[in-house]
């Protein structure tokens, strides 16, 4: 660990641009020779496809999300299917192989998973888009509550309305759910479950979303802890204060001499929130920091590490041949057959273990998880 920092240290005079494609390279340092390494300069990956051991007893379908507890243990959620119901939520160790599953009831929905330790326990919070439900459980899949629409709100008409895509945690025990695919709302609860207060709503001004897919809590060294939200169909990332003000935006945008710049841009109440263009930033699925880094999962084939400031460090997958070719009709997602190694087709979720490797889930139709290691 104390090389790897001593060397991060260095990086931001060999940032690498968003956009470039980068380099594909045999391992061949390593026992196996066959996996490829992606990444340019410091920013560099062993990619290991198809990571963990998948049970008979599990049918691997649309890989969502991932989370990992203080043992290292890696939890996966799954789609599953409704009519074929098998457990939803499967958990590995470091190394890849099966430990337990859980969560058939869930079969359709298994969409994001995060974990809080709270006291001495840790605790999953899952979003089940099927069941238009957000749960907490321990780790071994035992039930503490479950939460639908806040009807204090009074928001909703109905529980058609709601379906949340995922959770995140404020410093001092908030909890905040994105309805990423109903009402496109934030809700903040305090850490008894009693509503606060929700914002967003449909839109593409300043505080305005389309989809809030995933939500993190950005608490790296050096920033104000902010609440930042995968806008994932206004292709950006949207900084709120920890009571829903917005503050600043990512602008994912497809000019590379136009990354960098920024813009301001109106939120309802006539403030101007600044708008920073992000070259390589197009359909941002979820978000997680580690030490000074943050990941940010793009369903658009690329998977996207930023530094404390902000700035684009490595567009992994970034390859516009390749992307142009998976969203033609979205079906290499169902074709298995048509994946390339070093390429991905549409990641979901991206987490850090604790050494700076990343386990990264992929929505494509058979399911995939590949694992990240700095070269």
């Known amino acids: 660990m104390a090389t790897r ?15 470039v494609a980068p380099a594909i390279l045999g391992a061949a340092d390593k026992a ?9 300069g410091d920013f560099q990956f062993e990619c290991h496809h198809n990571w963990g051991s998948v049970p008979k ?47 058939k009831e869930f079969a359709g929905g298994g969409h994001g998973i995060d974990i809080r330790r709270e006291n001495e326990e840790e605790y999953l919070y899952l979003s089940d888009i099927y069941n238009r439900q957000v749960i907490k459980c321990d780790r071994q899949g035992e039930w503490v509550w479950k939460k639908r629409y806040p ?29 990423g695919y109903g009402s496109h709302l934030i809700h903040q609860y305090n850490s008894d479950g009693k509503w606060i207060r929700s914002w967003g709503g449909n839109g593409a001004q300043a505080g305005k979303l389309k989809t809030p897919h995933g939500l993190w809590l950005d608490a790296r060294p050096g920033r104000e802890q ?8 206004n292709a ?26 920024t813009t301001t841009l109106k939120d309802e109440a006539g403030r101007d929130v ?80 604790e050494d700076g490797d990343m386990i990264v889930t992929e929505w494509v139709e058979a399911g995939r998880v590949t ?5």
């Open 151 to 179: 009807r204090d709100a009074h928001l909703y008409s109905s529980l058609e309305g709601f379906r949340p895509t995922n959770v995140s945690f404020g410093p001092t025990g908030d909890l905040y759910v994105g309805d």
């Open 57 to 103: 007893h599990i049918t691997w379908r649309n890989t969502h999300g991932v989370a990992i507890d203080r043992e290292g243990f890696v939890y996966i959620t799954h789609q599953g299917d409704v009519k074929s119901p098998c457990d939803t939520v499967v958990v590995f160790d470091p190394e890849g192989t099966f430990v337990r599953s859980f969560g």
């Open 371 to 375: 694992k990240l290691e700095w070269v």
């Open 274 to 353: 600044t708008v920073k263009n992000v070259d390589g930033l197009s359909f941002p699925a979820d978000i997680d920091t580690w030490e000074e880094f943050m990941v940010v999962p793009d369903l658009h084939s690329r998977v996207l590490l930023f530094d404390t400031e902000n700035n684009l460090l490595a567009n992994l997958g970034g390859d516009p041949a390749w992307t142009e070719y998976v969203l033609d009709g979205m079906q290499v997602r169902k074709q298995p057959d048509k994946w390339k190694p070093g390429k991905f087709v549409h990641p979901h979720d991206a987490c850090f273990d």
């Open 226 to 233: 902010m609440l930042v939200v995968a806008d994932r169909a």
């Open 236 to 261: 950006r990332l949207q900084y709120f204060s920890l009571d829903g003000q917005p503050v600043e935006i990512l602008q994912g945008v497809r000019d590379p001499e136009k990354s960098g710049e």
């Open 32 to 40: 196996d020779a066959k996996r490829p390494v992606i990444g340019e």
């Open 5 to 19: 920092r001593t060397f991060l240290q260095t990086t931001t005079a060999s940032l690498f641009t968003g956009g």
